[in-house]
Every structure is written in C-alpha cells, then in structure tokens.
C-alpha cells in the first residue's frame, strides 16, 4: 500500500482482518435473537431494502449502520435484541428489467438479493440472517393474501370506479409512482385520468383512530404533524344551496364549508369538474362542455399544485343562498376538488384567500361580513360573535344543513395493472359475483409469463395468460376468471415487521405468544419519503389485525426516527447521471469498513442532510492508525492506570453509552478520539484490563479493529461482541451545569458553564450572563440596582 494516509508502524492492513473476522463471525452465529429470553427485549427496525440491480447504495449504508451501532451496544447492555432484515422485493423496476431483458422477475430478484447480502455482510451489520424474508417468497405473501381476504370479509376491501393514470401512448395504466410531473415515465407522453374499476382499501374507516393514536407513539412531531394533516380531520357544515332552474336532474347543491357563519358573504358557487351538475351543463352549453375536456387532461395533484392561476367557467345557471334568499352564478373550476368535501364550494371572496383569487380573476363581488370575530353584513346575525352565528345559522336552516366531520384522507386505491406484486386472491363467477379464494388454498401463486407488458386494454399481463385466468368457482364449481390485478409495493411492507417474529410460521403469519414477546418495534429507523405512505398504511394494517384478534397492541412501532440523506462532496445528490456516486464497496476495499463505519457515524447528527468528504473519511482512516499503533506499543501499558486517564476513561464510557443510546453516534465517537488523544500523551499509560473496556465501547462502531486488537488480550475463544457494555461509577460527575439568569425574580435565560469556570467567582458569572443575548435585551440602559448569587445555581439582577 503506497496511500500516505497509512502511516502506521504495524502497518494495520484493515483487508486481512476484515475478511477474516467475516468468516469467523458467520461460523459462530452468536448473535442470535431468542424467543422468550429472560432478558430484556430490543426490537430494532430498519425499512427493508427493495433489492434493486445497482446494488446497496452508500445512503443504505449510512442509515443500516447508524442502527446496527445502536443495536451492538443494546447486546453488549445486556438486551436479547431483534435486529432483522428482508427484501421488500416486488415492484416496478424489477418488472421493467423482465420487459427489457425477458429475465424472470424472480431470478433477477435472487441475484440482487445475493448481491446486497455480501455487501451488507462487508459492512458488519449483525442481523439476525436466520429471520431474513422476502415479500416475494410465497410463504410469505400467502400472508399477505391472507390478510387482504381478511378485508374483504370484513368489508374493508371493495371494488368501485376510481380515477386512475393512463398513457394514451403506450395504452396502459399508470403507478403513481410511473407518473414523472404527469408524463408517462416511460414514453414521456403526458397521462391522462381515466375511470377504472379498483380493489380500494377502507382506510378511511381507521382515521380518527390512526390520527388520535399517534398520542401513543414516540414519534418526532414534524412525524406526526404529517400524518395529521394527511388525514385532515376537518370539522364544519354541509348546507345545500338549491338550483335556481328546476329543468336540471341535480335540484339541489350540497357545500361543505367550515365557516358557515360568512354565508351571507357568498358571492358565487364553485363546482368541481366532476360534479355530477357541471356533467349535466356540460350537455347542453358548449362552453362548460369545452372547459371540462381542457381540465380532464390534469392529474388531481396537478390541479391541487395549480391553485396559484385560476381557472374557471360561468355556468349561467344561479343557485340559491339557502339563508339570505339571494341568487348567486354557479361556476367551475378545477381548484375545487372533487375528492374533497363534496365537491362544490360557496365562495367567500372576503375571508377565504383562494375564493378571493378567484373573484379578482373574474371580477366578482367582493362582501365583507366578518369584523374583529364578528359578523356585519348578515342581516339579523349581526353582531353575534362568528362561533355563536354558526351554531345559531345551522340552527334556522333546519334539513338545509347538519355539522359534518370530513377528512382529507381517500380510501387506498389498492390494484395493480403489473404481473411483479401479490395476486388478488379473488375469483370472478358469473353466478356468484366475486368469490374469495379459500384460506387453505393459498398461496396463489404467479404463473410463468413470457410477456411482461401489461395490456393494452389496461389490464394486468395476467390476463393473456389463459390457463391461469379460467377456474372453476370455489362455491358454485363452475367456470369462473381470476382477478387478474396484483397489490400494490405497499402491501408486503404493511406488515413484514411482524413476519420477522417468526418467519417461517406455516399455520399463521407469526404465532400469538411470540408477537407478544417482541411487539411493539422499540425503534423504527427510516426515510421521511415514507411518513404518509408506508408508516401510515402500516399503522392502519396493524390495527386491524389487532381488531381481528391476531397481533398485540394498537400500535406498531414505539418509536419513530428518521434519518437524513448524504450528498456528494459539493453538496448536490449523488447520482449516476452525474457521475458523483460513492460506492461503499470501494469506500471499504481502500480505507476498511471500520474507517467507512467510523466516518459515517462522526459525520453528523444522524437525522441531518450532510455532504460527503474525502478528508473526512481520511480523518477517520488516521483515527483507525492510532488506535492500532498505541495497542501495538507495549510502552503505553502497564499493570495500572494513570489516574488522570483513569478518570476519562470513566467519564467516556458513560458518554459513549448514553450517546449512543441516543443516537447521538457523531459525539460518541468524538469522545473516544478526545480520550486517545489523551492517552497517546508521553506519560500517560493504561492497565490492559482497561484497555480491552477501551475496545469493548469502540466495538459497535469498528468491530473488525476491536475484535482483533482485543485478541492479543484475551482467550482464543473470546469475542469483545460477547462481553459485558463496562459499568463506570458515579465518581464522574457531569462537567456542565446550568444557571439561571433571573430579572427581578422572573426566569429570563440560562446559561450552560463548563465546571472549569470557577463557580464561586460572582464576577466572572455576571460578567458572562450579562453577554447573553436574551439578559442584554432587559438591561440596556437599566440601572442594576442589586445582584444576587447562588453559587453554581442562579444569578437574579434587580433593575
Ligand atoms: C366558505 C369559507 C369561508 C371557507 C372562509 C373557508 C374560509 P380546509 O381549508 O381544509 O379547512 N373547500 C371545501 N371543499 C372544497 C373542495 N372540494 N375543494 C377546494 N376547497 C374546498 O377546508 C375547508 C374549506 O375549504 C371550506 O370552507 C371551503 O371553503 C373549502 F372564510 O367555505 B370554506
Ligand atoms: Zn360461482
């Protein structure tokens, strides 16, 4: 090695170590997890990978390593830990790959799964491997079939009309996911709506529960915050506003509005396209007919993110205020949702920003009817407080309106037109109707296609393949077709964390008594793409197992974090177009995987977006020399410890653990540097028996360095990954301490000092306090009349 980063003595060739102890590990496998151990439980989770054919990325290195640091020391505390991982292995790119290349999706499958295996091996995550699964493996999704007939039994899955993508061009149905700012991924054509029949989950059903729930969960707040607004309980009013020509089919024009206290602010209604009225204006006037065509082009998220220019119809038909009596235009616009409410709004230009854009647009009127909480302009409601109004406008409406809780969340549109995702386990009988297939037929498996494209009438590539299509009914025994549409990417990551409990269960999705040893997930680690998608389809499929009776607990993750993302060195996103891709595979041939694992640990606060740097991972690489070289210089040993080494030896073992713990990994390893540091100094030595709790504390972070370096201490058979996290005693008090700062009495700021400011020095406290932002605020130009000082505890100036 010619690298003049290595600069070592001993030369610490991290390739000889690593690939030995690789083997070794994997022989003894002592890192098991036992059901029902008297320890206690840890159950640590990561989002499974999707085994994509580029391989482990260094983002999946980062975040596996980040709990993978966490869940040695939570062994090495003492704690029987689950620490599993699997393959959410069905989707999109697979499939496309079989399209292109005519490769089976399953055999592509296995060759990335092997592939990230022995990468995920080089990078030393200890999982449990004997617990892997693969949401692709038909023991598995029989699981997942099972639980979607347990749906469909109660009436939570159903098949209705729903608005999905399509590609006029390649004539196929669209994933959300296929649909790159509304064009096709892959003809580039702009998608269109189309109206389909779907398998839907009830979701919505859940709301209130995965809303009010979240009180139980340890989630961050910008988590839950997400989730609340995603299912948008929204309380108010449905009025309806009566059609003033009596010719048309709709009569009448339910709103859902939360202020129904500006009602006599109205000044026009607003449709959705879809509105069943704007439908029957469009059959006659040419121009609304016109306006619908130009809109049905745009996706719902487009029109949700085209709210800035407004757009819209007059349809020449008037519609009645149900309170004032006065007759209002009924307009159309695609900013009205259909999916939201009811459909139809009444515009409030005065108090509702988006009404206002609208009327200034079209020059529409403009009324004031709310001042300072009160109304004006309301004929006898005025000057009632607008909460007051509310209650008592509904009241004198009568039948014309009733308070409504509404919510932003849709029913979860649940089918695939692709072959790469679960069957729908359901049959089609022309005597019966839809017909479930029997519990102790599954796993329906996927027969072997040559075609991989989906239809060209929309349909799934299931559909050309006859002989599987054409059964015989379960009920009835007559001739029967197989839905031919798969579930979603979705499914098999709704309840894998339960899988791993006990995976190879052949009689139930995991046995009772072991979900009830492990259950809940202590720490669920994952991305932010996954806070109103995965995290809240997975909350709502474990409350309803736990209504069917088969999983313990309302909720299935205790608590949440989410990791931030790495960037190339410049601080764009990595990518391969850019050519600025880091691969952790070359990242370990040169420096070694403690260096990488080490490096990806200290460079920040794990929940941060951070750049890349070489010089870092240098850093870290000179960290790994020194450790290497002191433990091979037998003069900074001896029989005992110098005692000011002693105490920071103390004093690191109780920041490490409790760091980590906290997963403030990037502190921990800067305390273990501070104290090598310490000890590299002339005349300082350490006992060997303190040495190996030296290595014990370093071990989650570099397993291959400490595991080699504590066997020149110790027994052959010894592993430092199966001793004992080192107690250190209260002697080591905390360094800091905090100080109120006090303005005639009342708590103002505080300040954090370093115990090697001296405390009793009443000068030095007020002289810092009064350089704090929020203190010099209160002081300037006061006289300070007095001061007060509790020693180490509080500072109150009188002004
Ligand atoms: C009159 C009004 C007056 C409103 C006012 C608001 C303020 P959020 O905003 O989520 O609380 N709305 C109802 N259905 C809609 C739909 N399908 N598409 C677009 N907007 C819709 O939702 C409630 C408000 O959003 C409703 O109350 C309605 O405007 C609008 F000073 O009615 B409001
Ligand atoms: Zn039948």
């Given at each position: 090695m010619n690298n003049d980063y290595i600069m070592t003595k001993f030369d610490y060739n991290h390739k000889n170590i690593e690939h030995k102890w690789q083997d070794i590990w994997e022989k003894k496998n002592s890192q098991k997890a036992d059901d029902f151990n008297d320890k206690p439980k840890f159950y640590a989770l990561i989002e499974f990978p999707y085994p994509s054919g580029e391989g482990l990325h260094l983002g999946h290195a980062f975040t596996n390593i980040i709990l993978d640091i966490l869940v040695r020391k939570k062994r090495l505390s003492g704690f029987n830990v689950l620490y599993p991982t699997g393959w959410d292995a069905f989707g999109l790119p697979t499939e496309n790959f079989a399209i292109k290349t005519g490769i089976q999706p399953a055999i592509a499958t296995k060759k990335n799964t092997d592939r990230f295996k022995a990468q995920m091996k080089k990078l030393a995550?200890?999982?449990?491997?004997?617990r892997e699964i693969n949401t692709t493996d038909p023991n598995y999704f029989k699981w997942t079939q099972w639980i979607f007939l347990k749906f469909y039994e109660k009436g939570l899955a159903y098949k209705a009309e729903a608005a999905v993508g399509w590609c006029p061009s390649c004539k196929i149905i669209l994933a959300n996911e296929e649909i790159i700012d509304s064009k096709c991924e892959r003809c580039g054509t702009e998608s269109e709506l189309r109206s389909q029949k779907q398998w839907i989950l009830k979701i919505t059903a859940y709301a209130d529960r995965l809303a009010d729930e979240l009180d139980l969960v340890d989630y961050p707040t910008s988590v839950k915050q997400s989730q609340r607004n995603w299912i948008g309980r929204n309380e108010g009013t449905i009025v309806k506003f009566e059609n003033a020509r009596r010719e048309y089919e709709t009569k009448e024009i339910a709103i859902f509005t939360t202020r129904i206290d500006t009602i006599f602010g109205v000044s026009f209604v607003i449709l959705a396209p879809e509105h069943p009225l704007a439908k029957e204006l469009g059959q006659t006037n040419k121009e609304v007919a016109d306006y619908l065509v130009k809109v049905s082009r745009k996706s719902e998220r487009e029109r949700s993110e085209s709210v800035k220019e407004k757009t819209g119809v007059n349809t020449q038909v008037d519609a009645v205020n149900p309170t004032s009596g006065e007759k209002v235009p009924i307009w159309i616009s695609d900013f009205v949702l259909s999916s939201y409410g009811t459909g139809a709004i009444m515009g409030v230009p005065a108090h509702d920003e988006r009404d206002r854009e609208f009327a200034n647009k079209f020059s529409l009127p403009i009324r004031e009817v709310i001042k300072d909480d009160k109304l004006i302009n309301s004929g006898k409601y005025d000057g009632l407080n607008y909460k007051e109004a509310q209650e008592k406008i509904i009241k004198d409406l009568g039948n014309k309106a009733r308070k409504e809780t509404i919510y932003h969340l849709r029913d979860w549109?649940?089918?695939?037109?692709?072959?790469?995702g679960e069957p729908i386990p359901i049959v089609n009988c022309p005597m019966c109707g839809l017909v479930p297939i029997p519990e102790d037929r599954l796993p329906l498996k996927l027969p072997q296609i040559e075609k991989y494209q989906p239809t060209k009438t929309g349909e799934s590539p299931l559909a050309n393949i006859i002989d599987w299509v054409n059964t015989t009914c379960p009920k009835c025994n007559g001739p029967a077709k197989r839905e031919t549409d798969t579930m979603p990417n979705w499914a098999g990551s709704s309840w894998y964390y339960l899988r791993y409990c006990d995976p190879n269960n052949n009689n139930a999705l995991a046995d009772l008594k072991k979900l009830r040893y492990w259950m809940p997930v202590d720490l669920y680690l994952g991305g932010a793409e996954h806070t109103t998608l995965h995290l809240l389809y997975s909350r709502f499929w474990h409350k309803f197992l736990n209504d069917i009776g088969v999983v313990p607990g309302k909720e299935p993750y205790k608590s949440r974090r989410q990791h931030g993302m790495i960037l190339a060195e410049d601080g764009s996103k990595m990518s391969k177009s850019k050519g600025n891709v880091i691969n952790p595979d070359d990242m370990i041939e040169k420096y070694g995987c403690d260096t990488l694992r080490t490096y990806l640990a200290f460079m920040g606060p794990y929940d941060q977006t951070m750049p890349w740097s070489i010089k870092g991972i240098e850093g870290a690489r000179r960290f790994m020399n020194k450790i290497w070289n002191i433990f091979n210089d037998e003069s900074k040993f001896n029989d005992t410890t110098s005692k000011e080494l002693l105490y920071l030896l103390k004093k690191t073992i109780i920041k490490v653990g409790g760091d980590i713990d906290k997963l403030k990994h990037n502190t921990a390893v800067a305390s273990l540097m501070i104290f090598l540091n310490e000890w590299e100094k002339k005349e300082v030595i350490l006992s060997k028996e303190d040495a190996k709790k030296f290595l014990i504390i370093l071990s989650p972070f570099a397993p291959y360095i400490s595991e080699e370096l504590w066997h020149g201490f110790s027994k052959k058979e010894s592993s430092v990954h199966d001793q004992q996290w080192p107690i250190a005693t209260a002697d080591v008090q905390e360094e800091n301490t905090t100080i109120a700062i006090m303005i005639n009495g009342k708590l103002r700021s505080t300040i954090i000092l370093n115990k090697s400011v001296s405390l009793n020095k009443q000068r030095e406290i007020e002289r810092i306090a009064k350089d704090d932002e929020k203190v010099g605020k209160y002081l300037e130009n006061q006289k300070i009349k007095k001061v007060f000082y509790v020693t180490g505890k509080a500072i109150n100036f009188v002004i």
């Open positions: 995550l200890a999982y449990n491997w004997d549109i649940f089918s695939r037109q692709h072959y790469w």
